[in-house]
Structures are given as C-alpha cells and as structure tokens.
C-alpha cells in the first residue's frame, strides 16, 4: 500500500486519493467489478472519462474506464489480463487504493435517438453512460456484445453472444443494420476492440450517422505529457497529433485514423 | 535584532545564473510544456520544471508503439514529437509567465545550426535557462550523434554559448564510451552545468507464441532500474569537473536523492517517477525541508557537504 502519511499533501483536484475499496468481485468469467469510495471522482466522472490506479510496484499507474458512479463511490470493470490487474483481484473490502483521476473527456450528452454499444470490457463506459441518459430521460437503446453470456445486474436491450448463450447468438455485424433500422438510430456511441470500432464508424459513415468511438491506448502518464498514446486525427482535410488520454479517449468517429 | 528562525531551512540551489527555490526540477519529457500537472501539485512548491524537448520546426515523432513497460521501469520512443520553438514561443511561454513557474527550455536539433537557432530564438525571447539535449536515443539525426563525440559536442556547445547567455545546462546520457571526456568537453566550452542522465538505449523483445519470431520495441530506458548506471555516470564525471550537476535516473524517494547529491549532483530531475506519482516531485520538496529541519542542515549545501564526506569502505554493503 501507498503511504498514507503523505495525505495530508493531497489538496488538488485530479487527486491523488488514497480511497477505499468497498467490493472487489468476479462479476463474470474474468471479468471484475471494484467498487471505490471517493466522492471526488463520484462527482466528477462522465461515462468515457478513466481513473488511474496505482497496482503494486509496478511503474505505471492502470487505466480503467468509470463504470458508474453513486454519491460518494464509483464503480470500474476491469478483465484479468496481467500484473497490474491480477494484483488488483487480491483487493479486499476496506483495502486502500491510490488512485488518480477523472481523466480525459467523456462522450457527448445530446437528445438523439442513440445507440450504445459496448463490446467485452469495452462495456464499462456504456454501462455508465446508460445511467446518465436514464436519468436525463434521454433516448437509447444499448447493445451488449460478449464472447459468451455476461453476468451483470444491468439489461440490455440487444445481448448478442458469439456461442449464444444469450437471446442473440452471433455477431454485433449480423443485427448492427437490423437494430439501426429497428431503432431509428440517430447516433452511436461504442466502446470495444478496434476493429469492432473501425466496422461501426464505418458501417454508420455509410448511412450517415455521427459516431463516437472510445478509444484504448499504452500511455505513461494519463495527463497527455508523455505524447505515447499520440495518434493522428482528421480535422477536415488535414492530420493533427491527439492523444488518446488527454484529447480523448473518446473521439468523434469519423476523424479517427484506423490503423 | 533580527531572530534566526530555527524552523526554516534554506533549501535553494543556484544553477548557473538560474536560481531555484529547492534542488528538485521536473524531467524533460515528463512533465509537459506549461501548468499541466497543476491540478495533482503545486507548481511553485519545486525549484522548476524543464519543458518537452523543442526543435526548430514540430516534429510528428516516431510511429507506435512508443512505450512499453518493463521491470523497474519504461523504455519508450516518442523520437522527440513536440510542437517546435515559433509555436512554444507564442503559446506556451506566455503560460509559463502568467503562472510565474521557474522553468528551463530543452532544446534538440539535428544539426549545430538548428541547436544554435533555437539557442538564439531563447536569447531573443529573455528565457532564463536553457538544457540542451545531446542525448536522445531515439531519433536518426541529432541528439546523440553530437552528443558521443568529445570535439564534434565541444564546438556546438561553445557555438550555442556565443548565442545564449542565460543558464546554459547540457543533458548527457550513458550511452558513451568515455564519460569523463564528454563533460570535460561541455565544461571547457562554457556550459554552466551538466545533467545526466538521459534514458538508456535499450529494448524489448516478445517472443511469439509459436516460437517462430519475435516482436520488439527499442527507445531508452527510465525509471528505477537505470539508478545504479545514473550514479555511477554521476560520480565519474564529478570526478573531472567542477560544474554544477543535475542528476537523474529513476530517483523515487528521498533517499534516492540524498545518494545522488551524495555522488555529485548539486540538483536532481524527477522524470519516471512522476508516471507513477504525479506529485512525486511535490512529494520530495516537502520531504527534503523536513529532512534538514530534523537533521540540523540550515542550508541545502551544509547538507551536501556532508553527504559527500566519503565513507572510506567504499565497497561495503548496507
């Protein structure tokens, strides 16, 4: 653990906090919810933004999208992938977490007809972006899409499996155009692996429809001085430098440059 | 009569004609260009910060991947992506001034002339200080060329002093044969102090799952694994030279700086450690006060001074 004594230093923002873990569980296969109390972040946080957490010694700090908050505690989805994340499974109720953050911006609150997709882990910002327009009274729908059936408190409204352990087996590019047109969709958001991101963006280019897209990238430092999430961006008929933890994580669709 | 406080302590550190409040600076590279750690610290509480590397026209950088993690630290390979001297000067430095941070502008070419034109632009916008870095492993021109090669780095260093008369630091790295040379190179040309060191080259291999082939990023190397090559470069060059040095190399914690003033450095870079605590350098500051309140040091050079009374078991383990 951090050393607390150095609490009494902490008087900006972004933090650091030094916050307390209230659950930590498997909430499907490798797939962990960590549930932290910090009014600040609660606060603050906006589906798409990330907090970074400090994982044992490691140099680098962990980014993790917010995936919804209460009065004075948010919640993160995190999928068990190395180190960092595997260290964080051994976190207990009560446990103390040095933690910074919201980072980046978040996606736009706009009253559209959208559709929210979220694929993997890649669910976490959707889950909370779904919270916020439900309380707005804003329109959505939400599609889910997952290797096999995920286990979480949250429906939505399409639940696509590839082994089809949920109502719709398959993949997210065999309904996309089906629950486009089935729902009148005036704008996307989604959060996934790239190439789902690439499709989507693509696929709604075609038809016309504004995306945003949510984007992962390997960075040191999350406040956008170490330039090692650089990507470039269509602004009009040029290319710009962004990076994706300052600039983004999410960005407009179609000024993305799919690699 | 005027009362000596006993709880104050003079922690300030002079650098040429550059005057710092406390002997902490944040890295280059590591820290941004202006006030963009300011809402994880305060700004004013370190004795500066250095600015991402400039050149002479923006430079788009290398391609990803650009960091990759390893034990004790990250080698990455941003091949110098910033947005050139004309556009630092007209958005970042009126930043720094309305923010009154005490701040050193690093500086990298691919050539003598654009170092020394850069050197100029400095000059002729009243900057007080500035590092040049001849140590970047990760670009194909420039940096690290001029900076292996004691002649070659002797006339740019004496060609930019001509241009620039603020503090004028020069950034070395590990990655020479003859470290001793090369600051006696920079010394004798009329640099007003050395910092080292720059990240070490080094790199990353994945091997494939099949076993047929591998994967590899190469950049340079930060953080705490290069501490022990840092002090020793530190220590080396300290042996030839009586300029000021600002030592670097994964410094995370107090005691880690009191071995490198111990080594030779008059000040010290946070680099890496800022990555893993953004208010590392913060940290520190207020760190070092206390450890010379506790300890009786009045001032920052009672303090060095002491350190540098060498134990006569030099080999001796803890």
Same mark, same amino acid.
């Given at each position: 653990?951090?050393?607390?004594?150095?609490?009494?230093?902490?008087?900006?923002?972004?933090?650091?906090?030094?916050?307390?873990?209230?659950?930590?569980?498997?909430?499907?296969?490798?797939?962990?919810?960590?549930? #932290?109390?910090?009014?600040?972040?609660?606060?603050?946080?906006?589906?798409?933004?990330?907090?970074?957490?400090?994982?044992?010694?490691?140099?680098?700090?962990?980014?993790?999208?917010?995936?919804?908050?209460?009065?004075?505690?948010?919640?993160?989805?995190?999928?068990?992938?190395?180190?960092?994340?595997?260290?964080?499974?051994?976190?207990?109720?009560?446990?103390?977490?040095?933690?910074?953050?919201?980072?980046?911006?978040?996606?736009?609150?706009?009253?559209?007809?959208?559709?929210?997709?979220?694929?993997?882990?890649?669910?976490?910002?959707?889950?909370?972006?779904?919270?916020?327009?439900?309380? *707005?009274?804003?329109?959505?729908?939400?599609?889910?899409?997952?290797?096999?059936?995920?286990?979480?408190?949250?429906?939505?409204?399409?639940?696509?499996?590839?082994?089809?352990?949920?109502?719709?087996?398959?993949?997210?590019?065999?309904?996309?155009?089906? #629950?486009?047109?089935?729902?009148?969709?005036?704008?996307?958001?989604?959060?996934?692996?790239?190439?789902?991101?690439?499709?989507?963006?693509?696929?709604?280019?075609?038809?016309?429809?504004?995306?945003?897209?949510?984007?992962?990238?390997?960075?040191?430092?999350?406040?956008?001085?170490?330039?090692?999430?650089?990507?470039?961006?269509?602004?009009?008929?040029?290319?710009?430098?962004?990076? #994706?933890?300052?600039?983004?994580?999410?960005?407009?669709?179609?000024?993305? &440059?799919?690699? | 009569?005027?009362?000596?406080?006993?709880?104050?302590?003079?922690?300030?550190?002079?650098?040429?004609?550059?005057?710092? *409040?406390?002997?902490? #600076?944040?890295?280059?590279?590591?820290?941004?260009?202006?006030?963009?750690?300011?809402?994880?610290?305060?700004?004013?509480?370190?004795?500066?910060?250095?600015?991402?590397?400039?050149?002479?026209?923006?430079?788009?950088?290398?391609?990803?991947?650009?960091?990759?993690?390893?034990?004790?630290?990250?080698?990455?390979?941003?091949?110098?992506?910033?947005?050139?001297?004309?556009?630092?000067?007209?958005?970042?430095?009126?930043?720094?001034?309305?923010?009154?941070?005490?701040?050193?502008?690093?500086?990298?070419?691919?050539?003598?002339?654009?170092?020394?034109?850069?050197?100029?632009?400095?000059?002729?916008?009243?900057?007080?200080?500035?590092?040049?870095?001849?140590?970047?492993?990760?670009?194909?021109?420039?940096?690290?060329?001029?900076?292996?090669?004691?002649?070659?780095?002797?006339?740019?260093?004496?060609?930019?002093?001509?241009?620039?008369?603020?503090?004028?630091?020069?950034?070395?790295?590990?990655? &020479?044969?003859?470290?001793?040379?090369?600051?006696?190179?920079?010394?004798?040309?009329?640099?007003?102090?050395?910092?080292?060191?720059?990240?070490?080259?080094?790199?990353?291999?994945?091997?494939?799952?099949?076993?047929?082939?591998?994967?590899?990023?190469?950049?340079?190397?930060?953080?705490?694994?290069?501490?022990?090559?840092?002090?020793?470069?530190?220590?080396?060059?300290?042996?030839?030279?009586?300029?000021?040095?600002?030592?670097?190399?994964?410094?995370?914690?107090?005691?880690?700086?009191?071995?490198?003033?111990?080594?030779?450095?008059?000040?010290?870079?946070?680099?890496?450690?800022?990555?893993?605590?953004?208010?590392?350098?913060?940290?520190?500051?207020?760190?070092?006060?206390?450890?010379?309140?506790?300890?009786?040091?009045?001032?920052?050079?009672?303090?060095?001074?002491?350190?540098?009374?060498?134990?006569?078991?030099?080999?001796?383990?803890?």
């Amino acid at each position: 653990m951090q050393n607390l004594k150095d609490q009494n230093l902490i008087r900006v923002s972004k933090g650091p906090f030094f916050a307390k873990v209230l659950e930590n569980r498997e909430i499907s296969d490798n797939i962990y919810k960590l549930r #932290i109390e910090s009014e600040e972040i609660a606060q603050n946080s906006l589906p798409g933004q990330f907090v970074s957490i400090k994982c044992a010694d490691l140099t680098l700090r962990r980014p993790f999208s917010v995936a919804g908050v209460r009065e004075n505690s948010f919640d993160l989805l995190y999928k068990v992938k190395g180190t960092g994340t595997e260290w964080l499974t051994n976190l207990k109720t009560g446990d103390i977490t040095d933690i910074i953050g919201p980072m980046g911006n978040g996606f736009s609150i706009e009253n559209k007809k959208s559709l929210l997709i979220g694929c993997g882990v890649g669910i976490a910002p959707i889950d909370f972006f779904m919270d916020v327009l439900s309380a *707005k009274s804003l329109p959505y729908k939400s599609i889910g899409c997952f290797r096999s059936k995920y286990k979480n408190a949250k429906e939505y409204d399409y639940h696509i499996t590839e082994d089809g352990t949920s109502a719709l087996k398959g993949k997210l590019s065999d309904y996309l155009e089906q #629950i486009i047109t089935e729902t009148a969709t005036e704008k996307i958001f989604i959060c996934g692996p790239n190439p789902a991101m690439q499709y989507v963006t693509e696929y709604a280019l075609s038809l016309n429809i504004e995306t945003e897209v949510a984007l992962e990238g390997d960075f040191a430092c999350g406040t956008g001085v170490c330039m090692g999430c650089a990507i470039k961006i269509k602004k009009g008929n040029a290319l710009e430098s962004a990076k #994706i933890c300052k600039d983004g994580p999410v960005f407009k669709g179609e000024e993305v &440059v799919w690699r | 009569m005027a009362v000596e406080n006993p709880n104050t302590v003079d922690t300030s550190q002079k650098i040429g004609s550059l005057l710092l *409040k406390n002997p902490i #600076i944040t890295a280059s590279g590591t820290f941004g260009y202006t006030n963009e750690y300011e809402e994880f610290m305060e700004l004013k509480s370190i004795g500066g910060i250095v600015t991402k590397g400039i050149t002479l026209n923006p430079r788009q950088g290398n391609p990803q991947p650009r960091i990759k993690e390893v034990h004790g630290g990250l080698i990455n390979s941003i091949g110098l992506e910033n947005i050139g001297i004309q556009a630092f000067i007209e958005k970042k430095l009126p930043v720094l001034k309305e923010n009154n941070i005490n701040f050193i502008v690093n500086i990298a070419g691919e050539s003598p002339e654009e170092y020394k034109k850069i050197a100029s632009i400095c000059q002729e916008n009243e900057i007080n200080a500035i590092e040049m870095n001849l140590s970047c492993p990760n670009v194909d021109k420039g940096c690290l060329e001029f900076g292996k090669d004691e002649e070659s780095l002797y006339k740019l260093v004496l060609e930019v002093r001509k241009v620039f008369r603020g503090a004028l630091i020069v950034k070395l790295g590990s990655n &020479v044969s003859y470290p001793e040379k090369i600051a006696i190179a920079v010394q004798n040309a009329g640099a007003d102090a050395i910092s080292a060191i720059n990240t070490v080259k080094a790199m990353h291999v994945n091997i494939n799952k099949n076993y047929k082939g591998f994967k590899f990023i190469k950049g340079g190397l930060s953080g705490q694994s290069i501490k022990p090559l840092a002090l020793n470069f530190i220590y080396e060059i300290k042996k030839h030279t009586n300029i000021p040095i600002i030592g670097m190399g994964g410094i995370s914690n107090l005691n880690d700086m009191l071995e490198f003033f111990a080594v030779g450095s008059d000040a010290i870079q946070i680099g890496t450690g800022t990555f893993t605590h953004p208010n590392l350098s913060e940290k520190l500051a207020f760190k070092l006060e206390n450890f010379m309140k506790v300890n009786g040091y009045n001032n920052l050079q009672a303090l060095i001074h002491s350190l540098r009374t060498e134990d006569m078991n030099k080999n001796g383990n803890d």
